[in-house]
């Protein structure tokens, strides 16, 4: 049995269609934007999402797709338990909890689908039959409506005439053109679409917005300029959680109106390094995460400024997650070219995540003093370089360690400089020639993973595991190759 706070999550978790990944950030956000969760004493919703899905885990009702050994202990996807899934789906439905379309027969009995509040649809195509729209448009009373379906290359009419919905999931379905429909839906609390355009001054109407999600249909940027959100976006004072590929926040000290500050939004992500300044960062002030995606041209010279003195990490000391993605960077240049000054982290951050920087490993200091720091991930020449040496003490409580893409040759290291590393994993990297043989002694360490690298990468680590039996390490060595082979 389920304490009653528990049940309406266990429920909820029956909207996403079977062997759906749930991203557990996204199902936290829903559940806060829904009103199933409520602060708890002395913790924020936010937290109390978290503490849900962590018992929800333990019971085994939901599965976490990777396990991750830092302390929040919350992984990026999660999936209802396949034992559970038919009582989960058959007591929603008896408690008319959500409505679930997955084909044109589930309309037969329309007059049972009236009375729901939240509507899900597991094939988006439903939405194109105009007995579905006439259907919901019947339904004035709908709270929720996500669209879980394949993406679809063409449009599709979506009925948004709900004039009570809070929540709308629709990034499986990509609009040409923005819904206009939208910003007249001001109960909405949750907003996630595809859209390649710009984004109306209009959704300023929008003010109980918490959740705003642009996603991109288009990948590739058609122009070097940056595009910007409206003005009208520092309106949306409830915000907390703000993810808009491709679009950055516009500098509001133009408008000379000091009541443009979003002094509730957590996160930020997908925007470029136009929206990672002091004079507009500092309208953010309780933000926590941040992901900037720099989408530069193949010869381009990026400064990375926001990471010099006096920039992000005077302003946000507190701030716990960074994530910094390159997308075409330029592989030729050298590291020098991309700053010429030292960098800088927030100094309480607990996770890092770099790709495509091109770094010096020189600027790995900057990292290895962090006191927090529990998880770091360099990709895709995050670093460049092939001489990686580290210094005594660092990284104090770096638990996780993700090496993957990197042109890195030799890492000189000792047990002492990551005396809390519980996971290794190195991927792609060809031309590393060992891991430190001194790995084999970190007493925390659990987990070693090797993909696709030189096969004397691990031999000294072996040897180290089969001399000394106190070594508890598990080793995962993986060769491409060889699945192949047996396939």
Not at 184 to 213: M, Q, R
Not at 235 to 249: A, F, R, T
Not at 438 to 457: G, P, T, Y
Request: contains cysteine; proline residues 5%.
């Amino acid at each position: 049995m389920l304490p009653q706070y528990l049940k309406a999550c266990f429920l909820y978790m029956g909207v996403f269609p079977k062997k759906y990944k749930i991203p557990c950030l996204k199902v936290s956000n829903l559940w806060i934007s829904e009103g199933i969760l409520e602060p708890g004493e002395n913790k924020s919703v936010e937290a109390m999402g978290d503490r849900c899905l962590s018992r929800l885990a333990l019971r085994s009702v939901i599965l976490y797709d990777k396990l991750t050994f830092t302390s929040k202990r919350i992984p990026k996807t999660s999936r209802l338990h396949f034992t559970f899934r038919n009582l989960c789906v058959n007591e929603a439905h008896r408690e008319k909890f959500f409505c679930v379309i997955k084909k044109y027969a589930d309309f037969s009995f329309p007059e049972k689908l009236n009375s729901q509040n939240r509507l899900c649809f597991h094939n988006n195509i439903v939405l194109g039959f105009e007995e579905v729209h006439s259907w919901m448009e019947s339904i004035p009373n709908a709270r929720s409506l996500l669209c879980f379906g394949p993406k679809q290359p063409y449009p599709i009419a979506l009925y948004l005439g709900f004039r009570l919905l809070k929540v709308l999931d629709a990034v499986s379905i990509r609009f040409y053109e923005f819904p206009l429909q939208v910003v007249k839906l001001v109960h909405l609390k949750y907003l996630a679409i595809t859209y390649d355009g710009e984004i109306p001054s209009s959704i300023s109407c929008l003010w109980n917005l918490e959740v705003f999600i642009v996603s991109r249909h288009n990948n590739i940027k058609r122009s070097n300029l940056p595009v910007y959100l409206p003005i009208e976006i520092w309106k949306l004072h409830k915000l907390k959680h703000l993810e808009c590929m491709g679009l950055d926040l516009p500098d509001p000290s133009s408008a000379d109106d000091y009541s443009l500050v979003l002094e509730n939004l957590l996160t930020l992500s997908g925007v470029t390094a136009h929206s990672v300044k002091v004079g507009l960062l500092a309208r953010i002030p309780n933000l926590k995460k941040i992901g900037i995606k720099i989408e530069s041209a193949h010869d381009s010279v990026e400064t990375f400024s926001f990471l010099g003195v006096d920039q992000l990490a005077t302003l946000y000391e507190e701030i716990e997650s960074f994530k910094c993605v390159v997308v075409y960077p330029s592989l030729i240049r050298s590291p020098e070219n991309v700053t010429s000054v030292p960098i800088h982290f927030p100094l309480f951050l607990k996770k890092i995540s770099l790709s495509g920087c091109g770094f010096s490993w020189s600027y790995v200091h900057a990292m290895g003093d962090l006191p927090n720091l529990e998880t770091l991930k360099l990709r895709w020449y995050a670093f460049c370089g092939p001489v990686w040496k580290t210094s005594d003490w660092d990284f104090p409580r770096l638990k996780y360690l993700l090496l993957e893409d990197l042109d890195l040759k030799w890492w000189d290291s000792i047990r002492d400089h990551f005396p809390s590393l519980v996971r290794l994993v190195i991927r792609h990297c060809y031309n590393l020639q060992e891991i430190p043989r001194d790995f084999a002694h970190i007493k925390s360490l659990r987990m070693v993973e090797v993909d696709d690298c030189r096969k004397q990468v691990t031999v000294e680590i072996e040897k180290q595991r089969k001399r000394y039996r106190n070594i508890k390490s598990e080793l995962r060595v993986r060769f491409s190759a060889d699945a192949e082979k047996a396939k």
